[in-house]
């Protein structure tokens, strides 16, 4: 059983930087490209970032773009996501995911940014 266990998060001020991390529990995570989702108070959950399984590539939506960078280290069955910048609009529960809308999900992680 995959189990996607999240870290990282929690209350930062506007402008500032955060970096969350997601481990995977499955023997097979270099196998896989990973994605980190978020869901604000009171709209659908957001794709904002994606990265292949070795690294090379990684894709942002355009919210996110040059303000937050996906990484890897498959070694350590670990993603990450660093958050430069935050804005308020940034507040949401992030989410690690693997495999897609149908696939593993890590449990969330709150990040609130204050003005």
């Known amino acids: 059983q995959v189990q996607l266990v999240q870290s990282g998060g929690g209350l930062v001020q506007a402008g500032d930087s955060l970096t969350l991390s997601c481990e995977d529990s499955g023997r097979t995570f270099s196998n896989y490209a990973m994605s980190w989702f978020r869901r604000a108070p009171g709209k659908e959950r957001e794709w904002i970032a994606g990265?292949?399984?070795?690294?090379?590539?990684?894709f942002y939506a355009r919210s996110v773009k040059g303000r937050f960078t996906i990484s890897r280290d498959n070694a350590k069955n670990t993603i990450y996501l660093q958050m430069n910048s935050l804005k308020p609009e940034d507040t949401a529960v992030y989410y690690c995911?693997?495999?897609?809308?149908?696939?593993?999900w890590g449990q969330g992680t709150q990040v609130t940014v204050s003005s």
């Open positions: 990265i292949d399984w070795s690294g090379g590539s990684t």
């Open positions: 995911n693997r495999g897609g809308p149908a696939g593993y």
